[in-house]
DNA sequence: CGCCCGCAAAACATCGAGAATTTCCTAAAG
DNA sequence: CTTTAGGAAATTCTCGATGTTTTGCGGGCG
């Protein structure tokens, strides 16, 4: 009955295990950019950084190229995954799949617990996007919430984890090409475009509003990696 | 230059590393059904049956977890997926998803030598699916090739893998239900019309039939199990 | 009679060292 | 000057052993 006080276990954010601790160290670095496309992992440097030993980062990396955040070249080690314009457009075009699916599904059967969640994420996101200063992480926290909440009401186990690990493949390239000036863009609207149609059932609309949007996404993702080709390795190394 | 008369790599069938050989070998037994679902899986024992070290074998299983053959209960151990109904229609509904939306693909893309090889892949698979006696093993060889041929079009590597992933899993529950004997079913028909759609290249059609083959496949293994619960333990050990 | 505590055995997760392989550098031959 | 061969260094992969956690069992207490 957990009278102890402590938080019961599910909700702690410490992993138990080394391997899961090394899991979520990589994942996190890769998606963030720290860990650079083509990076080779030497197992070496790792147990240095990390301060983890050999065995449990094997395990971590094995799992992690069964992801696709990094790849195993036998007997030659891993290293991250590289990028690359097809690679993009494949993972978007796949994404958007997923989630329109997901999100029908959601929509068709989503309860009233799962309309209040939507609202209540809605309203923090709307929140954080009318600010002017924009707090990076605070704000893809809430987007990211946002996008939970759509698809909480998803029944199918399989198409949540698919979700969840694409849209963290995508969001590696939006924070890999983060650094450069943003194209202009109406966000919100589009989020708003979703939210309408996905709180007045309309699995329809919604999808598309959706498909628009991470296209969007990808597209000004695309651009910046096109400008920061045209202006050779100013912020390189 | 290889002149030592053996295979150049990449053609060979054996594994590179012990990692790779216990990450097929594992994955084959689970798909045949010989490790049976939500069986234990502990290293000591599989380190004797296999006469292979731990480590390599965590690796392999650490790997099969990402592609959910395996579950892994941190501290506890991993072991073999549990199967259920939720399940099988779970991983059915997003094989169609996935399958319909690659074959799409495949049908718009696919040149010339796709099209040789559908007709060689589908030819071979008539061959045995006309003959008396079927050798199981020969004849699931023949299918999977028709259908890898059906999808050797597709552009997505992402879509492929995807697809790779779940008609193994699927697979699986068709393996543990395959003893009972098989509803009737006119499967030529129904690859026959995958074929002649996929062959004049109306997607539209190819998709549907797809559909419906793998819903059937999906509720004739259903029927299996439903009718193994009403017999119990006749074939049980 | 049932519940709970605690000890022993089993299993898991991790470490450090040792075999096998790749990579890199040097130097000679064409 | 390029190419090829050889060997040393670095790195990966694997094993056996060790600390930790879970599990199973038996005895005592309510």
Redesign the interface.
């Known amino acids: 009955m957990n009278l102890s006080g402590r938080p019961v276990a599910g909700s702690a954010p410490k992993p138990?295990?080394r391997?899961?601790h090394a899991y979520a160290l990589l994942r996190g670095d890769i998606i963030a950019g720290r860990l650079k496309p083509g990076t080779k992992l030497r197992v070496e440097q790792l147990r240095a950084d990390y301060d983890i030993g050999a065995?449990p980062l094997?395990?971590?990396l094995?799992?992690?190229?069964?992801?696709?955040f990094v790849i195993s070249e036998?007997?030659r080690g891993f290293r991250v995954v590289p990028i690359s314009y097809d690679d993009l457009q494949?993972?978007t075009?796949?994404r958007i799949?997923?989630e329109t699916?997901a999100l029908r599904d959601s929509i068709e059967n989503g309860d009233d617990a799962w309309e209040a969640r939507l609202v209540a994420a809605y309203y923090r996101l709307s929140k954080l996007e009318a600010q002017e200063e924009q707090d990076y992480e605070q704000r893809e926290r809430a987007n990211e919430a946002f996008h939970d909440a759509l698809l909480a009401g998803c029944t199918?186990?399989?198409?949540r984890?698919?979700h969840h690990t694409l849209y963290d493949q995508h969001k590696r390239y939006r924070n890999i090409s983060l650094m450069n000036p943003a194209v202009p863009r109406d966000v919100h609207e589009e989020h708003r475009a979703i939210y309408d149609a996905a709180l007045e059932r309309d699995a329809q609309r919604a999808c598309e509003a959706t498909r628009v949007h991470v296209m969007r996404t990808m597209e000004v993702t695309l651009d910046v990696f096109r400008k920061a080709e045209e202006t050779p390795t100013s912020t390189a190394d």
Chains 1, 2 share one sequence.
């Open positions: 138990r295990t391997t899961d065995t094997r395990e971590a094995s799992r992690l190229s069964a992801d696709g036998g007997q494949d993972i075009r796949v799949l997923i699916e199918s186990p399989l198409l984890r698919l």
